[in-house]
């Protein structure tokens, strides 16, 4: 038993040591990229009052999403203009790239469009997300419900011919 004890102690301490050093190489490797996050978000003026405005319609349309998560079918018509303005963000990102000083303070737009895929399309896509999982399980109480509802329907069947 006491041979048993010390195996397993000995490869807890090996695992504890892997954890570690996978734990350590993880956040090497990761620094670079937050860094690289966190240098993004710093260069932003989130002063500016589009930047706010576009912080309001991000959260104005998450509250829209949550309070209206009963009524599937304004929700598919969110999703689909979510979804359609990801689709867009290219053509949007030529617009204010060539339109830029009549609203901002600096050029955030640039050719492969990462500020507006960050700030406008992320949201979205989480937006789109959450949508397509509340239908899901929206789907899948309606098939609780009619399975429900066969059943019933099956056992009155039973029943009334057993009269």
């Given amino acids: 038993m006491d041979e048993l004890k010390t195996a397993m102690n000995g490869h807890m301490d090996q695992m504890q040591e892997l954890v570690e050093k996978i734990s350590s190489e993880l956040r090497i490797g990761m620094q670079p990229a937050m860094d690289n996050f966190i240098g993004f978000f710093h260069a932003i003026d989130w002063k500016e009052p589009w930047l706010v405005g576009l912080m309001v319609f991000h959260f104005v349309t998450l509250i829209i999403i949550l309070t209206s998560r009963k009524n599937i079918n304004f929700q598919m018509s969110l999703f689909l203009l979510s979804l359609a303005g990801v689709y867009l963000a290219e053509r949007l990102n030529t617009v204010l790239s060539d339109n830029w000083k009549s609203f901002a303070g600096q050029n955030y737009f ?40 066969e059943l019933r329907h099956r056992a009155k069947l039973s029943t009334t011919k057993q009269d």
């Fill in 110 to 149: 640039d050719r492969n469009g990462v500020f507006l895929s960050v700030l406008w399309s992320g949201p979205l896509l989480v937006f789109s997300l959450i949508i397509l999982v509340n239908t899901l399980f929206s789907l899948c109480q309606l098939m609780v419900k009619w399975k429900r509802a």
